[in-house]
């Protein structure tokens, strides 16, 4: 059988430059460990093989083993020595949960991390242009100000606004007290609700409904983006114009987004997956941040609020789903 024939027949495999660890497999091994659910998130492992694919010479491709904690951060330390276990090349983290377990169980094995928050005080990284070790990734801003400024000028009459936070996520104290010290200046109220688990989604937006919460702010964390259609949902049958952090939210059906985009940082993340692979130190590769942020706005969710999107902002908008 020629060469070509057979890689057709293997799913596209081939033989990756890999110069860290000896008879590796011709599609090497990644994990792949999050602290959400697979529902609604596994096209960014999808991000991730393609970044790796794109930004591999000969194009080959990856395996990757996944790991859920399914929003449960006491699961991962066990998911992660799975992982371990699986002899993997690399291990790509989402969530910092799951970064910092990762971390926790090998100290020789890569970990490409993706989180908010700043991975030098979260003990990730030594520094974000030489992080040392064997942890590197990508990292972006909460932008919790700047979204609240965009929802006030979006419901200027909005007295209240409802702040659905997870109380497991590790990175939430810095975010929360940013948001807070922000809403103070602006001279809005805030109301905090705790909105970790499907059935706390459920009961925050009850509470929002009865304290007659003019609007909604989602923090970041990856259980919201597992559970967006929920949210969205409920965020329409209560008519309550909501802010998301991720594109994906307004694409579902959410009002309103401000952040970067989800499915292209992990891409990226795959591109470095890949340069690790070939051999380079996780140790030397700077921690990425986006650069790009994207305002996509929801017409028909606004029509149907009966919500009227100002000219200047919907000017401003990245994108418009109509």
């Given at each position: 059988?020629?060469?070509?024939?057979?890689?057709?027949?293997?799913?596209?495999?081939?033989?990756?430059?890999?110069?860290?660890?000896?008879?590796?497999?011709?599609?090497?091994?990644?994990?792949?460990?999050?602290?959400?659910?697979?529902?609604?998130?596994?096209?960014?492992?999808?991000?991730?093989?393609?970044?790796?694919?794109?930004?591999?010479?000969?194009?080959?491709?990856?395996?990757?083993?996944?790991?859920?904690?399914?929003?449960?951060?006491?699961?991962?330390?066990?998911?992660?020595?799975?992982?371990?276990?699986?002899?993997?090349?690399?291990?790509?983290?989402?969530?910092?949960?799951?970064?910092?377990?990762?971390?926790?169980?090998?100290?020789?094995?890569?970990?490409?991390?993706?989180?908010?928050?700043?991975?030098?005080t979260d003990?990730?990284?030594?520094?974000?242009?030489?992080p040392g070790?064997?942890?590197?990734?990508?990292?972006?801003?909460?932008?919790?100000?700047?979204?609240?400024?965009?929802?006030?000028?979006?419901?200027?009459?909005?007295?209240?606004?409802?702040?659905?936070?997870?109380?497991?996520?590790?990175?939430?104290?810095?975010?929360?007290?940013?948001?807070?010290?922000?809403?103070?200046?602006?001279?809005?109220?805030?109301?905090?609700?705790?909105?970790?688990?499907?059935?706390?989604?459920?009961?925050?937006?009850?509470?929002?409904?009865?304290?007659?919460?003019?609007?909604?702010?989602?923090?970041?964390?990856?259980?919201?983006?597992?559970?967006?259609?929920?949210?969205?949902?409920?965020?329409a049958k209560?008519?309550?114009?909501?802010?998301?952090?991720?594109?994906?939210?307004?694409?579902?059906?959410?009002?309103?987004?401000?952040?970067?985009?989800?499915?292209?940082?992990?891409?990226?993340?795959?591109?470095?997956?890949?340069?690790?692979?070939?051999?380079?130190?996780?140790?030397?590769?700077?921690?990425?941040?986006?650069?790009?942020?994207?305002?996509?706005?929801?017409?028909?969710?606004?029509?149907?609020?009966?919500?009227?999107?100002?000219?200047?902002?919907?000017?401003?908008?990245?994108?418009?789903?109509?």
């Amino acid at each position: 059988m020629k060469r070509r024939n057979f890689i057709a027949l293997t799913g596209g495999a081939v033989a990756w430059p890999f110069v860290a660890r000896a008879q590796q497999p011709e599609a090497p091994l990644v994990g792949f460990l999050h602290v959400a659910s697979a529902k609604g998130l596994l096209h960014i492992i999808e991000a991730v093989r393609q970044g790796a694919k794109e930004a591999n010479p000969s194009g080959a491709t990856i395996t990757i083993e996944s790991r859920w904690a399914e929003g449960r951060n006491d699961r991962l330390p066990a998911l992660a020595a799975e992982l371990i276990e699986r002899r993997v090349s690399a291990i790509v983290t989402g969530g910092l949960a799951a970064s910092l377990a990762a971390k926790a169980a090998t100290a020789t094995i890569p970990i490409v991390f993706i989180n908010g928050g700043d991975p030098v005080t979260d003990g990730l990284v030594s520094s974000l242009s030489r992080p040392g070790g064997n942890v590197t990734g990508m990292c972006f801003m909460a932008l919790g100000p700047k979204r609240l400024e965009l929802m006030r000028e979006l419901v200027p009459q909005a007295a209240l606004i409802a702040l659905f936070v997870n109380p497991d996520n590790p990175t939430l104290g810095p975010e929360l007290q940013e948001m807070e010290t922000a809403a103070n200046a602006m001279g809005q109220k805030l109301l905090v609700l705790e909105a970790g688990t499907p059935q706390a989604i459920d009961a925050a937006f009850v509470t929002l409904v009865q304290r007659r919460a003019g609007a909604l702010l989602i923090t970041v964390d990856a259980n919201f983006n597992a559970r967006r259609d929920q949210l969205v949902a409920l965020a329409a049958k209560h008519a309550v114009p909501a802010m998301y952090y991720a594109r994906e939210f307004a694409a579902s059906g959410g009002l309103v987004s401000y952040g970067p985009n989800i499915t292209e940082i992990y891409r990226q993340v795959g591109g470095y997956v890949a340069r690790i692979l070939a051999g380079a130190n996780p140790a030397e590769l700077p921690v990425l941040q986006p650069t790009k942020f994207d305002l996509v706005i929801n017409t028909k969710a606004a029509k149907a609020l009966g919500l009227t999107i100002p000219r200047l902002l919907l000017a401003r908008a990245n994108q418009v789903i109509e």
